[in-house]
């Protein structure tokens, strides 16, 4: 079966799809305040993609590949931030929040978050799951 992408879900979908930046154990306000925090870091990394990653599953490499994509696209917003924004100074916060939350999420990742497994999920399946 071929794994399930971001990108099959509708807009709509991928507007709601996730928790945040933060394991789910973490209290809403405590998720909601570090994702509103990191919005002003990241205009496009999407944590949104990353928790869908986490919610089709796999093994332990398709974790590694959610968890890089994901710094991918952190350090691809780092180095893209405004310049009448303090740039240098924002940029360079934004790179190193973009290795600490990529490290927060190679660590924690493995307990619980991510659906380790034999095959990946359904569409449907990380849908009916994860609303």
Known sequence: MLRPSFHDLTPDQQAKFGNGLGPFWL????????????????????????DFGYAVGGDRWDRARCDWKFLKAMLKDAVT?????????KAT?????????????????????????????????????YR
Not at 28 to 48: K, L, N
Not at 81 to 88: E, F, I, S, V
Not at 93 to 116: H, K, M, N, P, W
Request: negative net charge.
């Open 27 to 50: 209290p809403d306000a405590v998720r909601r305040f570090i994702t509103e925090t990191a919005s002003w870091f990241f205009q496009d990394a999407s944590w949104r993609h990353h």
């Open 93 to 129: 916060t934004a790179i190193l929040v973009s290795f600490i939350f990529y490290l927060a999420v190679r660590v924690g990742g493995q307990f619980g978050s991510f659906e380790y497994r034999d095959y990946y999920a359904t569409l449907q399946g990380v849908l009916d799951t």
């Open 81 to 89: 931030q405004d310049q009448d924004l303090g740039w240098p100074a």
